[in-house]
């Protein structure tokens, strides 16, 4: 509310203030008393109490008429009567109020655009809810606010009617009658002054646009000064980068029309010329560290001038003086103009200031996550010198944990202390819980489907918990996982594992043979770095095969009729340099997981090797890439276990075949109802990676163009890349609420002779 808001609303308590005051004069003129009584008439809900604690008169006190008026402008102040009098009764003084009304009920029709609890908050803001005193200057205030949370959204033609209705003691319902209308819609971009570039080409910078197919989904179309003043930011950025030094924006106008839907935007620019970075000096302190800081320099001398490589340069010197604990520093690009031959020369001017510790480091945002599971990914400690490669460290360890959106760290200075700093993480939490589901179309199964949930956080307390739960056709299993990151003060996790699966012949009949297989392990997670981690474990598993009413187990099955013990011990490594778990754009991710079992029934060595790599090819562009090698062997003179063999095919592996199918093929008399996999496989993949059309810079909807190729292989293959499948296709992932979805339609481009087409597929909960 501004100055001539507040004097507005300040008149009708003013004039209602003088004018008791005018009829309270009899009562007030009165020669001075001492009072011997205090009585309060005309309360319905309040409380006397409340009355008598902002009276300034007390029973003992002397009573005048200055007395007087200070207890009604104190009764006045409350905001909670419409009429406040006083009379005296001999030595008694009577308060004689009349209450405002309260709000029983607030009540919106006509609403659509919002949720009701959004409106009801912000009318919570301005001191209008249920319970509380109500007058009409409010409910004015009130329609005034709904009216800006609808401009908000761009609903410029949307009109709000309050209505009263007195009920019972004293109250009333509110009631506003909404009409939202339709939004208004941005029917015009144009950009005046432009020369170098072409309109489309700027306006592809833009976020805002007239509407595409994708509209009902980005809501582009709709303006927003926001977003406006956003976009502008981009136009600038685009010319900055590019040399136009002096470029600038001189206006922009907003037009609407008087139907109120619709607006014309026009920009006016001036670009100025085009200049090329002709040198780059250093002035200042630079702790003697010259050549160091001089690596850090992105400016290309003999190119056109770019503001980003100006931004990034200064930025990585501040950060470079943090790592030595000048959290104060300041670097400043001062540009040498030489307007006569277009050329511009940086002189970097440094000045680390002082070196600073820190104080104390406070969390916020995180109602959910305990504050240790947060505080123990830190290696920035409090009272500990200021070091802003821990810091980043720190802010990028709580970012892998998956749990947050976004984290934030702020330096803080700390008033009156000019070596100490606060640091300040805002993180933004976000469901970290999943429903994983899994389905493929074909000929055969026409839907196939699977279920799972999981918990990364459980509880707040950075644990994992998972239960997978498939009732399908040809599969029930029953998996229960769960992990504690930080089973020790010094970060090695523990696992337990239980697992009970009951697999059909994914192709066969539903009275068919059964592969059951159960089992039980643990295992722990040592930190070797930051990034690294070696696991070791042991596991006890038991499987075996129980054949159907009248159909026997392929031959190669038989074995299994007798139940198999295995006691395989894992040893495994992870490193994950990623700059997101959930989103990621950059870094690489290796895994390496190894099976030895040397006692129960089943001896055997299995390995397998992940490698994903993330390459930023611009802001909106990755290529990412993605190996999976296995092997197995058996060991001390058995063959490798059937049951331990590798699958190929399907969504996670190579896309645009069905499930498990890819790999040697079955024996006469299994084609219809036997994969059986094999000991080694090979996968590639490949992405590019882009925003969806229409959909901004918004990274939770992309669209994936993608090739893959694999196979497993049996013990007498050779793992050759000519006997690959290889499929292409396009897909579509969106971190939807229940987990990141993948959607994918591919077409095969080499097929192998017992390979099955499954073009259409989509998952949640999967990468690759």
């Known amino acids: 509310m501004n100055f001539f808001e507040s004097r507005f609303h300040c008149i009708p308590f003013a004039i209602k203030a003088i004018a008791c005051a005018a009829l309270s004069l009899p009562a007030l003129a009165v020669e001075p008393f001492t009072v011997r009584d205090i009585r309060v008439e005309g309360l319905q809900r309040i409380e006397p109490g409340t009355v008598f604690a902002s009276l300034p008169v007390r029973v003992g006190d002397r009573y005048t008429t200055d007395t007087g008026a200070a207890a009604i402008r104190a009764l006045f102040a409350l905001g909670l009567f419409k009429d406040v ?22 009540e919106f029709v006509g609403l659509k655009e919002f949720d009701k609890d959004v409106l009801t908050k912000a009318l919570r803001d301005i001191g209008l809810s249920e319970g509380r005193p109500f007058d009409k200057a409010l409910a004015d205030r009130a329609e005034q606010e709904l009216k800006r949370q609808y401009i908000s959204r761009s609903l410029y033609g949307a009109e709000v009617v309050s209505t009263t209705t007195p009920v019972d003691r004293n109250r009333v319902n509110l009631t506003f009658t909404i009409t939202e209308g339709g939004p208004a819609r941005i029917g015009q971009i144009e950009i005046v002054g432009n020369k170098a570039f072409t309109d489309q080409t700027l306006r592809d910078q833009f976020n805002l646009d007239t509407g595409g197919w994708m509209s009902w989904y980005t809501k582009s179309d709709r303006y927003s000064r926001t ?208 429903i994983s589901l899994g389905a493929g179309f074909s000929s055969i199964e026409k839907v196939a489907l699977n279920f799972g949930i999981r918990q990364d956080n459980a509880f707040g307390s950075g644990n994992f918990l998972a239960v997978e739960v498939n009732t399908s056709r040809f599969n029930q299993n029953l998996v229960v996982s769960t992990t504690n990151p930080y089973y ?115 001896h055997y060595a299995r390995a397998n090797y992940q490698f994903q790599q993330y390459i930023p090819l611009t802001k909106k562009y990755t290529f990412a890439f993605n190996a999976d090698v296995g092997m197995g062997q058996g060991l001390n003179g058995q063959a490798f276990p059937l049951l331990k063999n590798y699958y190929v095919g399907g969504l996670g592996s190579v896309r645009g075949f069905e499930r498990n199918t890819l790999g040697p093929p079955p024996k006469t008399g299994e084609a219809v109802t036997f994969f059986p996999g094999g000991s080694k496989k090979l996968v590639f993949n490949a992405e590019f990676i882009t925003p969806f059309p229409g959909a901004g810079n918004d990274k939770t909807l992309r669209l994936f163009g993608f090739t893959d190729a694999g196979r497993a292989f049996d013990a007498s293959e050779n793992m050759s890349l000519d006997k690959l499948s290889v499929s292409a296709g396009v897909g579509l992932s969106w971190i939807s609420p229940m987990g990141p979805l993948r959607f994918s339609y591919a077409t095969p481009i080499v097929k192998q002779t017992n390979d099955r087409i499954q073009r259409l597929q989509f998952q949640i909960g999967t990468s690759f």
């Open 488 to 602: 020790t003060q010094n970060g090695i996790s523990r696992t337990f594992d239980f697992f009970h699966r009951t697999t059909r012949p994914f192709f066969g009949n539903i009275n068919s043979y059964r592969i059951i297989n159960t089992g039980l392990g643990t295992r722990f997670g040592v930190p070797v770095t930051e990034t690294d981690t070696v696991f070791l474990g042991v596991n006890a598993e038991e499987t075996h095969v129980k054949e159907g009413i009248g159909i026997q187990a392929p031959d190669r099955l038989r074995e299994y009729l007798d139940a198999k013990t295995a006691l395989p011990i894992t040893v495994g490594w992870a490193r994950d340099r990623r700059d997101s778990a959930l989103v990621p754009s950059r870094g690489a991710l290796q895994r390496f997981n190894s099976d030895v079992s040397l006692a129960g029934d089943l």
């Open 227 to 434: 977003k406006l003043n956003a976009d502008l930011e981009a136009l600038r950025s685009y010319y900055l980068s590019r040399g136009f030094l002096e470029f600038r924006i001189d206006s922009t106008q907003v037009a609407m029309s008087p139907n109120k839907q619709e607006m014309s935007i026009t920009i006016n620019i001036t670009e100025g010329e085009r200049f090329v970075t002709s040198g780059v000096s250093l002035e200042g302190n630079y702790l003697d560290r010259d050549d160091e800081f001089k690596a850090l320099i992105k400016i290309a001398v003999g190119k056109p001038y770019n503001a980003e490589m100006v931004a990034e340069t200064t930025k990585a010197f501040t950060e470079y003086f943090g790592k030595f604990g000048f959290a104060f520093a300041r670097v400043e690009a001062k540009p040498v103009i030489d307007r006569q031959n277009n050329r511009v020369q940086f002189v970097l001017q440094a000045e680390p200031s002082r070196r600073a510790y820190v104080r104390r480091i406070q969390v916020a945002g995180n109602d959910r996550t305990r504050d240790e599971v947060i505080r123990r990914e830190f290696r920035q400690l409090e009272s500990s010198w200021y070091d802003g490669d821990k810091i980043r460290l720190s802010r990028d360890r709580v970012d892998r944990l998956g749990y947050f959106t976004s984290v934030n760290v702020e330096t803080i200075e700390v008033p009156g202390a000019q070596d100490q700093v606060d640091l300040l993480f805002t993180v933004t939490e976000k469901p970290t819980g999943s």
């Open 85 to 106: 009098r006083l009379e005296t009764q001999g030595d008694v003084l009577v308060v004689v109020v009349e209450e405002r009304p309260s709000v029983a009920l607030v």
